[in-house]
T-cell receptor, first 116, second 113 residues
């Protein structure tokens, strides 16, 4: 079982709603990630946090707002989403320095988001 | 521009057979090549990974073959089992990149009993 826990597993929200996705890991990892995955497609990187600081923002629209309250938690705040934002949102973490390649990334099971 | 190209898109193999999935990349700076396995409704899980200083890595029934000069790498699943039925993604990552992976498009493997 994955050690990256995501809640909720399923979320349906209207285009005017504000909601949040939550992610937690207790592996002592200092890098955390948000990915978006559409059906039959590979994951797409959205954000990378390294030591609780935002290191990569892949030009994600501002209606997605990440937050890293501490080294174990990662949130993704959602506001004014569009139906095309419906997807599986994956949180992931990796050990220590994310800057070097080769650190195993551990994915959570994801949050299925439907925007109506 | 797709940095990592993966084929085939789908693959059907009989139980006990060998499954082979291929990936090709362009960026010679890539220095880490993982394969991820994803079951329906689950997040991807690291299966096996290789660095370009070795030509082959084996873990149980799973083997990565790496050809640096051809900029290609492949996943071989020996004695394929129905439980191996999943989507497989190859990926590549350059150094100093905050683990930014370039994923292949995925291969859906179906192992028939």
């Amino acid at each position: 079982d994955t050690e990256v826990t995501q809640t909720p597993k399923h979320l349906v929200m209207g285009m005017t709603n504000k909601k949040s996705l939550k992610c937690e890991q207790h592996m002592g990892h200092r890098a955390m990630y948000w990915y978006k995955q559409k059906a039959k497609k590979p994951p797409e990187l959205m954000f990378v946090y390294s030591y609780e600081k935002l290191s990569i923002n892949e030009s994600v629209p501002s209606r997605f707002s990440p937050e890293c309250p501490n080294s174990s938690l990662l949130n993704l705040h959602l506001h004014a989403l569009q139906p095309e934002d419906s997807a599986l949102y994956l949180c992931a973490s990796s050990h220590q320095m994310a800057v070097s390649s080769g650190n195993t990334i551990y994915f959570g099971e994801g949050s299925w988001l439907t925007v109506v | 521009q797709q940095q990592v190209k993966q084929s085939p898109q789908s693959l059907i193999v009989q139980k006990g057979g060998i499954s082979i999935i291929n990936c090709a990349y362009e960026n010679t700076a890539f220095d880490y090549f993982p394969w991820y396995q994803q079951f329906p409704g689950k997040g991807p899980a690291l299966l096996i990974a290789i660095r370009p200083d070795v030509s082959e890595k084996k873990e149980g029934r799973f083997t990565i073959s790496f050809n640096k000069s051809a900029k290609q790498f492949s996943l071989h699943i020996m004695d394929s089992q129905p439980g191996d039925s999943a989507t497989y993604f190859c990926a590549a990552s350059p150094p100093m990149s905050f683990n930014k992976f370039y994923f292949g498009s995925g291969t859906k493997l179906n192992v028939k009993p």
